[in-house]
């Protein structure tokens, strides 16, 4: 079973509210004692914690923050609460195998559409990084692999410039990206983003991730994400997240190829000039120490 890090009232008040900007995300009561340095996984869909950071869950009390829900737009609308439910008991399932203390966050961002409000992702971001102490936070690197991981990247690359020196540790992780051939890889890093040795901030076997991964019986289809990977189970691969102000890489594109199952209107080229753009934009903040 996934424990509670936190007592109940010490819990994230997760609930949507349009709000006054920055007091949307509680993270914790104002009388909460500081938590010690802890480990934070930002997971864009419930299963990339465990795709990307089984290692971390294993090993370490952490608190996931899920993005999104995970459902599609194109979700039949009476089958969203249904989904929604299961992808959270799928990733419940998944922790208890890894042993993992789990604290869950839930954002509700709309799934596959993150592009579409960054600057409501980057402020729900600045808010939790704020309001966090001293946190190993990690990042879904960058990969074009899936349009919401890379704006999960940028979204937090934007959001460092807003948030006071808290001497959080930045880890960029990878989930899936293509090779030059045109293969689905994963445990991947682009090395011009990430030059130094790799960080290993907890490991799990494969043999228990794969019982890990096979949870997620929701995203089991023929050749999705999850059984290539059971097909092809690299180990995870994290890195020294770049700088926050360093421009995003030019890689190929895997979800040029998934865009006809995954949406109607996203456009590659018109999403990565926008978040090049968006992390070109100048800010006035003095930002994070890099
Ligand atoms: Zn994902």
């Known amino acids: 079973m996934a424990r509670e890090l936190l007592p109940h009232s010490q819990r994230v008040d997760n609930t949507r509210q349009p709000t006054k900007t920055g007091v949307r995300l509680r993270l914790l009561d104002e009388e909460a004692p500081a938590l010690t340095r802890s480990a934070i996984v930002l997971a864009p869909h419930p299963d990339d914690e465990v795709l990307g950071c089984a290692g971390v869950l294993a090993t370490r009390p952490t608190t996931v923050v899920h993005i999104t829900d995970g459902v599609p737009p194109w979700a039949p609308v009476q089958s969203v609460p249904t989904l929604v439910t299961r992808r959270i008991e799928e990733c419940e399932a998944a922790w208890s195998v890894l042993q993992a203390t789990v604290t869950r966050v839930s954002l509700h961002h709309q799934d596959a559409r993150l592009f579409l409000n960054i600057p409501r992702l980057v402020e729900d971001l600045v808010a939790l990084f704020t309001t966090t102490s001293s946190s190993d936070i990690h990042v879904p690197a960058y990969e074009r692999g899936h349009p919401d991981h890379d704006t999960v990247h940028v979204a937090v690359q934007l959001a460092r410039r807003h948030v006071p020196r808290q001497n959080h540790t930045w880890i960029g992780y990878s989930l899936y990206s293509v ?45 999705s994400i999850l059984t290539q990977w059971l097909g092809n189970s690299a180990s995870e691969r994290y890195g020294q997240l770049p700088h926050w102000a360093a421009p995003l890489s030019i890689l190929p594109c895997l979800y040029e190829r998934r865009l006809t199952e995954m949406d109607d209107g996203i456009q590659p080229e018109t999403l990565d000039n926008l978040l090049r753009s968006s992390l070109a934009t100048p800010t006035s903040a003095s930002g994070e120490a890099p």
């Open 179 to 223: 090779d030059p051939s045109g293969a689905t890889r994963f445990g991947f890093l682009d090395p011009i983003d990430y030059p130094h040795l790799p960080m290993d901030p907890g490991s799990v076997s494969l043999g228990v991730k794969r019982r890990a991964i096979r949870e997620f019986s929701s995203q089991m289809s023929a050749g």
